[in-house]
């Protein structure tokens, strides 16, 4: 049981470059989502799902595409990576919101634009 | 969507009870209160959540307030690699995974 599986761990990009950050669970989970996290600050929510097909906006979605054609992934992609895109990004998922399940969460992607 | 207020520092002597508070005045009747931890910049650790009864697992308490607009989460027995940023997370809603996150409280444990 591996969790919550974030790749790559480390990537440097170049402004206007597009990539995907990969997040995998292995729980069976419905609910999976996006965060970023900034130097200093806490957590803040780019995109979430409720189940494979449904995809939802967050509190900071600008630049940032998700899709979620299986129940086990949900990539994040950049299309035009910018500067103010350098951040920790972190995702999430838990089996379902009712009756307050945990939320496990990866252990990051650290995401540098120059 | 209710926000939480945290104090940015607290300190506690490694052994001793640490008690960490949280305001969080404008929750919904039906939004839990989740806490969790994060060391260095790893991914944030559960601790614990509740939603009107006080709360214990292997790691804290949660002490929820009769109104339910602060909190407090307790490790009982502080240990050096308790030191971390702990956030009082309040869950939107019952159909996301929507987390309010704020900028947390910076424990230091200290032998």
């Known amino acids: 049981n591996a969790g919550v599986t974030q790749t790559p761990k480390f990537q440097v990009l170049k402004t206007g470059q597009s990539m995907t950050l990969q997040c995998a669970q292995d729980?069976?989970?419905?609910?999976m989502s996006w965060y970023r996290q900034d130097p200093g600050m806490g957590l803040r929510l780019i995109h979430y799902?409720?189940?494979?097909?449904?995809?939802d906006q967050g509190e900071v979605p600008n630049g940032y595409n998700v899709s979620r054609s299986t129940t086990e992934d949900f990539p994040l992609r950049l299309l035009s990576a910018a500067p103010s895109q350098t951040s920790v990004y972190f995702c999430a998922s838990s089996y379902s919101s009712t009756a307050g399940n945990t939320i496990y969460f990866g252990e990051g992607s650290w995401l540098t634009v120059v | 969507d209710a926000k939480t207020t945290q104090p940015p520092s607290m300190d506690c002597a490694e052994g001793r009870a640490a008690n960490l508070p949280c305001n969080h005045s404008?929750?919904?009747?039906?939004?839990?209160v989740y806490w969790y931890r994060q060391i260095h910049s790893q991914g944030p650790q559960y601790i614990i959540h509740?939603?009107?009864n006080n709360e214990t697992n292997e790691m804290a308490s949660l002490i929820i307030t009769e109104d339910r607009k602060s909190s407090t989460l307790i490790l009982p027995h502080a240990t050096l690699r308790d030191t971390a940023v702990y956030y009082c997370?309040?869950?939107?809603?019952?159909?996301?995974?929507?987390?309010?996150f704020g900028t947390g409280t910076r424990l230091q444990v200290f032998p």
């Open positions: 799902s409720v189940g494979a097909g449904i995809t």
């Open positions: 509740g939603l009107k």
């Open positions: 729980m069976n989970h419905e609910y």
């Open positions: 997370i309040v869950r939107v809603g019952v159909n996301t995974d929507k987390l309010i």
């Open positions: 404008t929750i919904s009747g039906n939004e839990y």
